[in-house]
């Protein structure tokens, strides 16, 4: 069984860098799609940041692009998302997640189903 545990959330001021890791155990050896997802307070929850193992590639939401970087350590079995300058709308509880689908699409506005969930981070940026 799968289990995801983030960490790395936190308040900072706007403009600030914060760094999320998501450990795994139990982990697959090879897992077609990881990603960090996140959900503000009445909004529905949407995708940031995915990562394609099989394509190696990377999809970004707009506003994530350029600010936020998906990667992962194998040997760690561990994925991170580096935030920098960061926003008061990036406050929310980030999830990072397994084996969902579909990939690209989720930070699309696809919504994605199935896979593996961590239990969330809460990541508070302050103006």
């Known amino acids: 069984q799968v289990h995801l545990v983030e960490s790395g959330g936190g308040s900072v001021q706007a403009g600030g860098s914060l760094k999320l890791s998501c450990a795994s155990s139990g982990y697959p050896d090879i897992s077609y799609c990881l990603g960090w997802f996140r959900q503000a307070p009445g909004k529905e929850r949407e995708g940031v940041a995915v990562?394609?193992?099989?394509?190696?590639?990377?999809y970004y939401t707009d506003s994530a692009e350029g600010r936020f970087t998906i990667s992962r350590d194998n040997a760690k079995n561990t994925l991170y998302l580096q935030m920098n300058n960061l926003r008061p709308e990036d406050t929310a509880m980030y999830f990072c997640a397994a084996d969902f689908s579909p990939c690209g699409g989720s930070v699309r506005g696809r919504i994605p189903e199935g896979g593996y969930w961590g239990q969330g981070t809460q990541v508070t940026v302050s103006s």
């Open positions: 990562m394609n193992t099989v394509e190696r590639r990377t």
